[in-house]
Structures are given as C-alpha cells and as structure tokens.
C-alpha cells in the first residue's frame, strides 16, 4: 500500500454496507483514521432493518466496519446519527474532532431508493428521498466546511477534500426513479457551487458517479450483479474505491469541481451542460420564428445520452 491517507481524518456516511463500506476499508488501508457513518436502515429507508444476510441488526452495520479496520490494524469509529438532520451532521464532525482531533476529508454517500414512476410517486417517497441524498449531502457538508473555514481564518489552511456520490441517474435520468435522478442531478450542482464557493479555504470538493454492485443496483445490474467465479469482478464496490481515496487525499490537489463516473476499471470525467449551436437575432423573436430556429438548432446538436430504462 502507497498510505496516500497516513495521518488523514476521514469521515463516511452510509458506509455499514456496499461502496461506503469499500470506501472506509480503503481509506483505512491507506492510513486513514476513519468515522464510519450509518443510521441502520433498510433499502426504502425503514428504520431497524437490518442485515439479516449477515446477521447484523440495524445498530451493529457501523461498528461491523469499524471491526473489520481495526482487525485490519487500522483506526476507527462508529456513528450511527441521521446526517439528512443538523444535529446528525453536527455530532458526525465532532465525532472525528472530539476522538481525532482533526478533519481532513468527508465521502458523502448515504442515501436509500423508493423507486416508483412519476404519476404513482407518492410526496413522501419524494420527500424523504431527495431528503437523505441531497439534505443528506448538504449538511455534513455545511458542518465540515464551517469548521475547516475557521481554522482557514485561524492561520491553519487545511488540505481539505469533500467527495460527493451522485449517479449515472442524476447524469442522463432513469425510468421509475424520478425523486433519485433529481436528488442526484440536484447533488451535482451542490459540488460545483461548493468547489468554487469553498476553495479559498483549502477545500477541493469533487463528485462521482459509481456503478457497482450493491443492494440499491440490484435491479438496475440485475444481468450482471453475480459475481463471476473467476477474474476481475467488474460490478465490485472495491472498484469504486481507489478513486474515491485519490479525491479524498493530498494527492488530488488542483482537481475540483469535476464529476468522475467509475465502474469496473473505466473512470471517466464526465462533461455537463456547455453552450451548444447557438443564434442571436438581437432582436425579440415571434413564435414561429422561435420553433423554426429552434428545430435547426436542435438538429445541429448532439444527441443526448438515453435515459436509463427508456
């Protein structure tokens, strides 16, 4: 192992299973000390779902990493508090600063699916998925970003990473997962607006968008979600990870406001909206007008990349 972490303090949501578990365990064998964030609950958020796979009960999924690090000889703690509310993300900042005495990096991943199509969406299911996602990326991220401005203003310029989780559905769109897709897509723009706001206090603030084998993707990579009784297992979370780590260490310095979409061995930058064709007729246009140049200038553009599922 390179220890591109050695020293770090670092901080995941969601990690009592699937990529933020693979996160921690890889942050840890890099030298990481690691706060393993989990509230426990079930794939449509339910509390007290547990693991029954595994034999572990909701309250057990965080401090179950935090065994497998230390077993590992690595250091690090459990936090089971909802970081979708401002005492949960308050308590999970203090919880590294209390045991480590220091923050270097937050991986914001927890999050939970109720996927339904449009017109059978019920507001709740709306509600609470766009809550943990992206009120559950934006409040760990407004405590860690308080703290890390003080000591910027303090004299103490830290070296700070925060890495977002968005998806492929918050980049293209996906069939049946409206409220995800825009908690997602919503996720993407909170990244950019961090990483320009925040950069003056030593934080680079990038996002991914993984595709991996985990509880939430069974039926997305149902054709693919065995693992294959030999090579390289594409669909792994552990695949996901290295760039995680990477984005979360010095190392990433210079890299900020990017999206990374990672799975398998493929890692791509991803490109968002730019300024396509274009016309000025410095003037007001008439409807007519309007539809005729706008068909023009949608048939010199490129081709959107196809909603998941359509």
């Known amino acids: 192992m390179s220890r591109i972490c050695e020293g ?10 699937g990529l933020g578990r693979a996160h921690a365990l890889a942050f840890a064998a890099e030298g990481a000390k690691v706060v393993v964030n989990d509230l426990g609950v079930g794939l449509d958020g339910t509390p007290g779902a547990g693991d029954s796979a595994r034999g572990a009960t909701a309250e057990s999924l965080a401090l179950r990493v935090v065994e497998e690090i230390r077993a590992a ?10 970081v979708a509310t401002g005492a949960g993300a308050a308590s999970l900042v203090a919880a590294a600063l209390e045991t480590y005495g220091r923050l270097d990096t937050l991986v914001n991943n927890a999050g939970f699916l109720r996927d339904r199509m449009l017109v059978n969406l019920d507001e709740d299911d709306w509600d609470a998925v766009v809550r943990v996602h992206l009120k559950g990326h934006f409040l760990p991220l407004k405590y860690a970003a308080a703290h890390w401005r003080a000591e910027a203003k303090a004299g103490r310029m830290p070296d700070a990473r925060i ?10 769109g996906s069939l049946g997962q409206g409220n995800y897709s825009a908690a997602k897509a919503g996720i993407v ?7 320009a706001e925040l950069a003056r206090y ?3 603030v990038n996002a991914i968008a993984p595709a991996a084998r985990t509880r939430m993707t069974e039926r997305t990579f149902a054709e693919s979600m065995a693992a294959p009784a030999a090579g390289f297992d594409a669909m792994a979370p552990e695949n996901v990870s290295p760039l995680v780590v990477w984005l979360g260490s010095a190392g990433s310095e210079g890299v900020t406001g990017r999206v990374f979409e990672a799975e398998g061995g493929r890692i791509t930058v991803m490109e968002g909206w730019r300024a396509g064709p274009s016309v ?12 005729e140049m706008a068909r023009k200038l949608v048939g010199e553009a490129g081709v959107p990349g196809a909603v998941y599922g359509a």
Do not use: F, M, Q, Y
């Not at 770090?8 to 299973?17: K, N, Q, S």
């Not at 000889?73 to 909802?82: N, Q, V």
């Not at 890495?163 to 293209?172: P, Q």
């Open 280 to 291: 000025d007729k410095g003037a007001r246009w008439t409807p007519e007008e309007v539809g």
């Open 202 to 204: 030593g934080i680079r």
């Open 73 to 82: 000889g690595g250091e690090a703690i459990a936090h089971g508090g909802d």
């Open 189 to 195: 723009g909170l990244t950019l607006v961090a990483a």
């Open 8 to 17: 770090r303090v670092v901080v995941v949501t969601g990690a009592g299973r």
């Open 163 to 172: 890495v977002n989780t968005s998806s492929g559905a918050g980049l293209l």
